[in-house]
């Protein structure tokens, strides 16, 4: 059964800090990788998308890496601004189509 | 494009009672996928749709039921309500042979 891991759980810096939100996943057969935004009572903003034969993908600030073999992949948002706070979720996809969700980080940045 | 579209945004039910909520996808888009998220167990799996045929299931009891129309809209319906079915549920869809999925708004419900 597929288990999808987010560390931290919850993450405060100030505004202008670099940071990385770390996924990782227990079953490497996956067809894909999905980063999501959520903000409070709101539903999910698509991100990026990794395929399984990529390596990263990249969308202004963000960039998205997948290590496939070791599991993890790794969401990196440079110079954050307090409109990226939100809850930042991973999913993968197997087969279909299913996500398997992570609990998320809580990211707040702090002007 | 129109989003994902979900109606109604709010419901407040009791126990016992049924409850139908409703998924517009994306034009074009023939793969609806619904999913609950709650604080405790976060982003679970109901059920997908593609073409009008349920293609995939999560593990939720039969209380929990869907179904796709010829226009690609969804429904899901749960009967006989329980005070842990109060969530937030949230459908996606996907085009044919589309990779990405996109998120509507969600329904908020609670059950009291």
């Known amino acids: 059964k597929q288990e999808v891991t987010q560390i931290p759980a919850a993450l405060s810096v100030p505004e202008g800090e670099n940071l990385v939100l770390n996924c990782s996943f227990t079953?490497?057969?996956?067809?894909?990788l999905q980063w999501f935004r959520q903000d409070p009572g709101k539903g999910l903003t698509s991100l990026l998308l990794?395929?399984?034969?990529?390596r990263e993908q990249t969308s202004g600030r963000l960039n998205a890496s997948l290590d496939k073999s070791s599991g993890r992949s790794t969401l990196y948002i440079a110079a954050s601004q307090p409109g990226d706070s939100a809850t930042y979720l991973c999913?993968?996809?197997?087969?279909?189509?299913?996500?398997?969700f992570g609990q998320g980080t809580r990211l707040t940045i702090n002007p | 494009k129109a989003g994902v579209t979900q109606t109604p945004r709010y419901l407040i039910k009791t126990r016992g009672q049924q409850v139908t909520l409703s998924c517009s996808p994306i034009?074009?888009?023939?793969?609806v996928s619904w999913y609950q998220q709650t604080p405790g167990q976060g982003l679970q799996f109901l059920f997908e749709?593609?073409?009008?045929?349920?293609?995939n299931k999560g593990n939720f009891p039969g209380r929990f039921s869907g179904r796709q129309f010829s226009n690609s809209r969804s429904e899901m319906n749960v009967s006989t309500l329980e005070l842990g079915d109060s969530a937030l549920y949230l459908c996606?869809?996907?085009?044919?042979?589309?990779?990405?999925?996109?998120f509507g708004p969600g329904t908020r419900l609670t059950v009291l």
């Open positions: 996606a869809s996907s085009s044919p042979g589309g990779d990405e999925q996109f």
């Open positions: 079953d490497s057969a996956i067809y894909n």
């Open positions: 990794i395929q399984s034969s990529q």
């Open positions: 999913a993968v996809r197997q087969g279909a189509q299913k996500l398997v």
């Open positions: 034009s074009g888009h023939r793969s």
């Open positions: 749709y593609f073409s009008e045929t349920q293609r």
